[in-house]
């Protein structure tokens, strides 16, 4: 028997919702972060022209909005791809080779970041026992350093899901030879 071509969609599996949802908030962060530096950068530039000062705090505020960008992005980055490849050899490398590279490079930068984001759990721990904040505005800098810490892991988990997600299909026949 056929179903119906009017039948409800299947629900999306529950990983693609959750990645979706991550996907949604780190977009609409990096870019609120972008807006607030460009309005910020706008309000000094016009002050200092108008009023012959700048903004106390602007150049702190855009580098800490630089932070939440870059940190903040990197998982998006992460898992679209989107990240700078050697590809130097993939013309002369079979499919499955290429797709086993993609596999240990995603395991390698899931090492490294993870790595990474625990030893800079340590330093927020660090930077929040000293009390450390910026100069002028007095920022606390340890909820920045546990926020990167925390996204950098978060780009490790994306990574290792990348590296053992499950395989497309390998057609090892290059591209040249079909009609």
């Not at 977009?27 to 530096?37: G, Q």
Request: hydrophobic content about 60%; proline content about 8%.
């Amino acid at each position: 028997m056929l179903a119906s071509p009017a039948a409800p969609a299947a629900a999306p599996a529950p990983r693609i919702a959750v990645t979706a949802r991550i996907q949604t908030l780190l977009t609409w962060t990096v870019a609120a972060a972008i807006f607030a530096m460009m309005l910020l950068q706008c309000a000094d530039v016009v002050a200092r022209k108008l009023l012959g000062i700048g903004l106390p705090g602007v150049v702190e505020l855009v580098e800490l909005l630089m932070l939440v960008t870059v940190f903040a992005g990197l998982p998006l980055a992460s898992l679209q791809g989107e990240h700078v490849l050697f590809d130097l050899f993939d013309p002369w490398l079979p499919a499955r080779l290429k797709h086993l590279q993609s596999r240990l490079a995603d395991l390698c930068c899931a090492a490294i970041l993870a790595g990474i984001g625990v030893l800079l759990f340590a330093r927020a721990a660090r930077t929040a026992s000293y009390g450390d904040t910026t100069p002028i505005l007095s920022i606390g800098l340890a909820n920045f350093h546990y926020a990167i810490a925390a996204l950098l892991l978060l780009t490790a988990a994306m990574h290792l899901g990348l590296a053992f997600a499950p395989a497309p299909s390998i057609d090892d026949t290059p591209p040249e030879a079909t009609p």
